[in-house]
């Protein structure tokens, strides 16, 4: 079970050396840890490509190729979708290793069925999100794999609890008719909301249906949370300082219904402040001031709360990637007493 106002990262952080972060994260982040995602070993190791390699392994005509302006589907899985797997195995070992089998949360993410139709072309140049059958192949394939995944996961760690966070950066976009065309100068027609959810759905209801809290992180300002609760999210993870005003009741409202909570108040690049401390203070006065906007007691939000960065932590140094979690559990032991703090630093 999942200590109130935990904390646990996004996914992606700086380096290459997996075991040396899951050590790190185990030891800063021990109630709520988090598989890392080290995008700077190069393609495969990023978000997409550490995803589709799973999808490879379900549907071989699936598989992914890079081209100078990120991926392309390919005619068979080839050395990229391999070494991605390889890598995404390697993340898996160093976990298990921190974990040495103890019981405790443990988050991993893998991109959501959109975000992927939006990243990947098709052999036409054109972004999958522009083909109905396409997109349907990409969520089926995902479900699939999902539970494939999970199993792997119990397999390896079966004292841990899933959860199974699916990064949806793009499904704004998608929702918007946002995302560019091959040439740059057109959109794609927007993606009815009704076919957004059903494909999440069957994705999020895979994760569930295997025994992990199925969840979505989306840090756009327009997260589309009532989509996204319809869809079956068990976990919302966002950065509520941009989020839009309008998302904000839906947010506290899947809160109290007792949806799991990420609020990501830790900022993602260097802040101006003198140490964890200082930082666990802004972050758990940002999280009280949220708690009573909403008109929720701190004893009752903490139970479905756990704190986070506002995004992921690639682009960091690794000494600021410390400071955040050591901030950010403080912060949560601060929540959670309710204990007064310094008023917000800008």
């Not at 740059?184 to 994760?207: I, K, M, N, P, Q």
Request: charged content about 20%; glycine content about 10%.
């Amino acid at each position: 079970m999942i200590t109130p106002a935990a904390a646990t990262g996004i996914g992606s952080l700086p380096g290459t050396d997996s075991h040396e972060w899951a050590r790190t994260i185990v030891g800063e982040l021990p109630d709520f840890p988090h598989v890392p995602e080290l995008p700077d070993r190069g393609p495969g190791a990023d978000m997409v490509g550490r995803t589709m390699s799973l999808l490879a392994e379900v549907a071989p005509d699936l598989a992914v190729e890079t081209t100078p302006t990120g991926w392309r589907f390919a005619d068979a899985p080839g050395r990229v979708m391999s070494r991605a797997r390889s890598w995404l195995a390697e993340d898996l070992d160093g976990v298990e290793q921190a974990l040495a089998g103890r019981a405790t949360p443990l988050k991993e993410q893998l991109v959501g069925p959109w975000t992927l139709a939006a990243a990947i072309e098709m052999r036409n140049g054109e972004r999958a999100v522009r083909d109905v059958g396409a997109c349907r192949d990409l969520a089926e394939a995902l479900a699939e794999a999902t539970m494939r995944h999970r199993a792997e996961i119990a397999r390896r760690m079966p004292s841990a609890e899933l959860v199974l966070q699916f990064d949806e950066p793009s499904l704004p976009s998608v929702l918007a008719g946002g995302v560019t065309t091959a040439s740059g100068l057109a959109t794609y027609r927007s993606v009815d909301a009704g076919r957004a959810e059903s494909h999440l759905s069957w994705v999020l209801a895979a994760a569930s249906g295997s025994g992990a809290v199925a969840g979505v992180h989306c840090c756009h300002p327009r997260a589309p949370i009532e989509l996204l609760r319809k869809a079956g999210a068990q976990m919302l993870s966002v950065d509520p300082q941009v989020l839009d005003g309008a998302q904000e009741e839906p947010l506290g409202a899947a809160l109290e219904a007792g949806v799991l909570v990420l609020l990501g108040y830790a900022p993602a690049l260097p802040h101006a402040v003198s140490g964890p401390q200082a930082l666990a203070e802004i972050v758990a006065t940002r999280v009280l001031t949220q708690y009573s906007r909403w008109g929720i007691s701190a004893e009752a939000a903490n139970a479905h709360v756990s704190l986070t960065p506002n995004c992921g932590l690639a682009g960091a140094d690794p000494d600021w990637v410390r400071t955040v979690y050591s901030a950010l559990g403080i912060a949560g032991r601060l929540v959670r007493d309710d204990a007064p703090v310094e008023g917000e630093e800008q």
